[in-house]
């Protein structure tokens, strides 16, 4: 490894040893030296030191993956838009982290390690801002939307309909922020539920999770006629156009979301498609009455709940990956699709393997793209407390 990547990944581990601390530091230096900053962020900033922090890990331990590095960074610099992120703001962020790495990792700084780590920072946010300023050529930072439907299907559970109020473009298997009114400034991620359509609208499927402020408004505070703020579409979990393969999706929870997007696009070009939907009881399946207008729309579609801990009239019962061998006649032919709670897609990724599904050939993203699929050392030379995040993770997914 050259000699600037591993000083980088070096000081970095410092850091590591207390985030929490580390990043509180950094804020509290940032604020300190540029005031007005502070009206960019949240309010309560826990949930963005953690962004912050996992933000960096990523860019750290992509320095020797040029091509990695640049596609975050560019998706980065592009989200970045929406919260107003200038590119004289990229400075202060520079100087703070370069303060705050100073105290942390003082064991190890050196001036060569400060001209490394200012190269690797020069490079990162030149990436951001030039990706920022070649997405605002073309396309506007939000889009305000209007919300036409909400309905309720649990106490915690709201199926959304949003018409934005000018075409907002995205593939099935995409995601985009939603910032409420209720809560200015705090976006979440959430995957669109359907292909594109006529109208333009576009429905979100929103579990309220405990002391999840975007999530909790959304499906308890929200009302047709109100108003959000949309992110542009993000994601990597789309069809391959060209391929004509036989899909098999496989949604849990509000993971379903997605899954129910590609096989509407997929089933709508007659390619033949199995989608699995995953939960624990019946009262879980949310969406099946649609699931089975759209099955029924779709002669290639086939719609198969699997129920892990009671039993229901028409589904498997079980764990995803244990009825998987008895669905697969031959798994190597497929291209698989999953999205829902980690364990489900650590379970359904591994036996898709197990079953001879080439990896290359299974998509799927985790709640968080910091919570990989499986743990790989670090390169030698390195911090072994550090982890590079696991590139198999197509993109990072839907946050409540």
Not at 145 to 157: F, Y
Not at 243 to 263: F, I, N, Q, S, Y
Not at 290 to 299: H, N, S, V
Request: aromatic share 6%.
């Amino acid at each position: 490894m050259p000699p600037e990547p591993r000083t980088v990944k070096l000081c970095f581990a410092r850091l590591e040893a207390d985030p929490a601390r580390a990043t509180s530091f950094f804020y509290g230096r940032l604020f300190a030296a540029e005031p007005q900053l502070r009206a960019l962020f949240p309010p309560a900033m826990g949930h963005q030191r953690d962004r912050f922090f996992h933000a960096l890990l990523r860019i750290v331990w992509s320095q020797d993956d040029p091509g990695e590095l640049a596609d975050h960074l560019g998706g980065l610099g592009r989200g970045h838009r929406r919260y107003g992120v200038l590119r004289e703001h990229y400075a202060a962020v520079g100087a703070a982290l370069t303060a705050t790495l100073r105290v942390f990792a003082a064991d190890v700084w050196t001036d060569e390690a400060e001209d490394a780590w200012a190269a690797a920072y020069r490079h990162a946010a030149d990436t951001m801002i030039g990706a920022a300023e070649r997405d605002a050529a073309q396309a506007p930072p939000w889009w305000a939307a209007e919300v036409t439907g909400h309905d309720r299907r649990a106490p915690d559970l709201a199926v959304v309909t949003l018409r934005p109020e000018r075409p907002l473009p995205f593939a099935p298997g995409q995601h985009v922020g939603v910032q409420t009114a209720r809560w200015p400034r705090v976006w979440r991620r959430y995957s669109i539920a359907n292909a594109p359509r006529p109208d333009g609208t576009l429905r979100l499927h929103v579990r309220a999770r405990p002391g999840g402020w975007v999530s909790g408004a959304l499906v308890r505070c929200t009302s047709p006629g109100d108003s959000v703020l949309l992110g542009p579409a993000e994601g990597a979990m789309t069809l391959d156009p060209d391929a004509d393969r036989e899909l098999l999706l496989v949604g849990g929870g509000t993971g379903l979301a997605p899954m129910k997007a590609l096989a509407e696009e997929a089933a709508g070009s007659g390619r033949a498609v199995r989608l699995l939907v995953a939960a624990r009881t019946p009262d879980g399946l949310y969406d099946l009455p649609d699931l089975r207008l759209l099955e029924a729309a779709c002669p290639r579609l086939r719609v198969l709940p699997v129920l892990s801990r009671s039993p229901g009239a028409g589904a498997l019962s079980g764990r995803v990956p244990d009825v998987l061998p008895g669905l697969l006649d031959d798994a190597g032919g497929l291209a698989a699709y999953v999205a829902g709670p980690a364990p489900l897609v650590r379970g359904t990724v591994t036996a898709l393997q197990r079953l001879g599904v080439p990896l290359q050939r299974v998509h799927h993203d985790l709640l968080t793209a910091d919570d990989p699929v499986t743990s790989r050392p670090a390169p030698a030379g390195t911090p072994s407390s550090s982890r590079p995040p696991d590139r198999t993770t197509r993109s990072r997914a839907p946050r409540p």
